[in-house]
């Protein structure tokens, strides 16, 4: 099992810019896909961004509302995954949790289906002001 724990959230103004982390706890060369996702009260948990090491190159996955905007990495030496969101708007408000899977393709681990990954972070909150 993996432990994934979330940090960098807070509250901020419309258009300013938070970082996300999430440290995981053994190598994440075990871990091929992962993946930060949202859930603001009453909705439904989504797939914001995934980034996939299977291949020869990392693979990123943005969902729309994120592209241009926020910014999927990986640090391996450091077992972390980062999010860096800019611009920031108050629709963004939510927890914003980290995941991680063992995927077999990049097309796979790209689709960010909630019920794909094995293994969540508690959550960082993220509250955006207009």
């Known amino acids: 099992q993996v432990v994934l724990a979330e940090s960098g959230g807070g509250s901020v103004e419309a258009g300013g810019s938070l970082r996300l982390s999430c440290v995981v706890s053994r190598s994440i060369h075990l871990t091929n896909c992962m993946a930060w996702f949202r859930q603001a009260p009453g909705q439904e948990r989504e797939g914001v961004a995934s980034i996939y090491t299977g291949g020869s190159i990392p693979t990123t996955t943005y969902d729309d509302s994120a592209k241009g905007r926020f910014t999927i990495s990986q640090d391996i030496a450091e077992n972390t995954v980062y999010l860096q969101m800019n611009s920031l708007k108050p629709e963004d408000t939510a927890m914003y949790y980290c995941?991680?899977?063992?995927?077999?393709?990049?097309?796979?681990?790209?689709?960010?289906?909630?019920?794909?990954?094995?293994?969540w972070g508690q959550g960082t909150q993220v509250t955006v002001s207009s």
């Open positions: 995941a991680a899977a063992w995927s077999e393709a990049s097309w796979w681990c790209g689709r960010r289906r909630t019920a794909d990954f094995t293994d």
